[in-house]
């Protein structure tokens, strides 16, 4: 266990649904990331947010969209997505960005059909 | 850019050590990190090392760091079946605020 919470754990959804991703940290950490995770590939770095602000966006399509209310919670929006936008999705949580160590949760299957 | 290289499998008999091996190319980066990954599960730190360090021990792990040669490698002693998972190494930018993963090493531990 790691502190970082997300659910659900596994979401089947159509290309035309809008769905999200929740994730939860109650350690007390201010910097939060989403990771993607497909087979055969590096895990990708999505988004990080620190102090609620995003401050690092990898050239994510707008189909998926961050939101971070407070320092505990990230949500990812997904809307319209691709088959290829199956994976797993990381969140994880760090002290501040510059304190290198990041824990994460165990993530959400997704599957796009 | 930052390219971080591992080799995809390594099959051990339990009781043997481990070793998986590393590259990267980042040669500023500050930390560099062992992750592992059991099924259905996140990513779980095992140990890190400092960039000036060459070495660090902790238990059955041990982290040896060439900087020259940009090569990190990771030990595992007396290898168990619960060690059977996907271990992946990262590095951290220069600015420090992201981490670049390999692409994993999936370890088959057999009794």
């Known amino acids: 266990e790691t502190g970082v919470t997300q659910t659900p754990r596994h979401l089947v959804m159509g290309m035309t649904n809008k769905k999200s991703l929740k994730c939860e940290q109650h350690?007390?950490?201010?910097?939060m990331y989403w990771y993607k995770q497909s087979a055969k590939k590096p895990l990708e770095l999505m988004f990080v947010y620190n102090f609620k602000e995003q401050t690092e966006n990898n050239s994510v399509p707008s189909r998926f969209s961050p939101e971070c209310p407070n320092s505990s919670h990230l949500f990812l929006h997904l809307h319209t997505l691709q088959p290829e936008d199956s994976a797993l999705y990381l969140c994880a949580s760090s002290p501040d960005p510059k304190f290198y160590i990041q824990y994460f949760g165990a993530g959400t299957r997704l599957s796009v059909l | 850019g930052e390219d971080v290289e591992q080799s995809l499998f390594l099959s051990v008999r339990e009781g043997d050590s481990s070793v998986i091996n590393c590259t990267y190319t980042d040669s500023s980066s500050t930390y560099l990190y062992w992750y592992k990954q059991e099924p259905g599960a996140g990513l779980q730190l095992l140990t890190y090392i400092f960039s000036n360090m060459d070495m660090k021990q902790d238990q059955r792990l041990t982290v040896l760091l060439n900087k020259k040669d940009k090569h990190l490698s990771l030990r595992i002693a007396d290898t168990q079946t619960g060690d059977s998972a996907i271990y992946f190494c990262?590095?951290?930018?220069?600015?420090?605020?992201?981490?670049?993963f390999g692409g994993g090493t999936r370890l088959m531990v057999k009794p």
């Open positions: 990262a590095e951290n930018n220069n600015a420090g605020n992201m981490l670049t």
């Open positions: 350690l007390g950490h201010n910097a």
